[in-house]
């Protein structure tokens, strides 16, 4: 089990780093300006849409387009919980007083969850509220809460983030900079973009099988893979991030 004292220290740490409490509101606040920005855009789109477009159109995933600059910034604030100590210099100090490192990692995952998992839960709401009612007050067609895509949105998907900030997490330990491993986990998350540009094969396999994307799309309800199967590929894929980020960490000096 994590001790209490293990993650009020790791707690501390999280608020007293000011770029931490900044990504964190940032994360939020470019959420809803994103939801603001893509539901206008989108009721652009449908007033100018032909009558076979709009039979077509897809108000959640026109509105929540967003969420791919939002992952970039999660990804980022769990980068930070572990790299941030090497930056500073005060690993060999934490590990000194955590004692075990497994248990020590294991409090960072914790906070990291217990923290990104708010604000994820924050930046998707206020990026799918705003992004419905702009549809909605343009005259576009819009989607209610209770429709079921939109509460696998609204449920699922501050999932999906956390478990990216755990991926950030796993690879702040694994490269131990802040500037690597955002730069890693940017080029990871933006791959998916590129696919369209990719041989036929390659492209198929980047935009059904990526494991963030898979996740993504089982969200939006567009992925070749049942949910279920995406969402166990995405989850299988941190994991194994996080294991080697263990076995790193525990097999080399801080």
């Known amino acids: 089990m994590i ?8 707690w501390t740490k999280f608020s007293s780093i000011r770029a931490t409490m900044v990504l964190s509101l940032a994360t939020v606040v470019v959420s809803g300006l994103f939801g603001w920005l893509f539901g206008n ?3 652009g789109d449908y ?3 032909t009558p076979r477009e709009r039979l077509d159109f897809d108000p959640l995933a026109a509105g929540m387009r967003g969420i791919f600059i939002g992952q970039l910034l999660i990804s980022a604030l769990g980068v930070l919980v572990a790299s941030s100590e090497y930056g500073s210099g005060t690993m060999h100090a934490t590990l000194a007083a955590a004692g075990r490192r497994g248990r020590l990692l294991a409090a960072k995952a914790a906070i990291t969850v217990l923290t990104a998992l708010p604000v994820s839960v924050a930046s998707v709401w206020l990026m ?3 992004s419905q009612s ?3 007050a343009s005259g576009a067609p819009s989607v209610m809460p209770g429709d079921p895509a939109a509460l696998a949105m609204l449920l699922l998907g501050p999932v999906v983030l956390a478990l990216l900030a755990l991926f950030g997490l ?3 330990f694994l490269l131990r900079g802040t500037a690597a491993a955002v730069n890693v986990s940017t080029a990871f998350l933006l791959l998916p973009t590129l696919a369209s540009s990719s041989p036929g094969i390659l492209r198929h396999l980047i935009e059904n099988y990526w494991p963030s994307t898979a996740a993504l799309q089982a969200l939006y309800g567009t992925t070749e893979l049942p949910p279920v199967a995406a969402f166990g590929l995405f989850v299988a894929f941190v994991a194994i991030m996080l294991i080697a980020a263990f076995v790193k960490f525990n097999h080399r000096d801080a």
């Open 3 to 10: 001790a209490a004292g293990a993650l009020r220290a790791e």
């Open 41 to 43: 855009a989108a009721a």
């Open 47 to 49: 007033a100018l849409a």
């Open 128 to 130: 799918y509220t705003l």
């Open 134 to 136: 702009t549809l909605a």
């Open 170 to 172: 796993a690879l702040g």
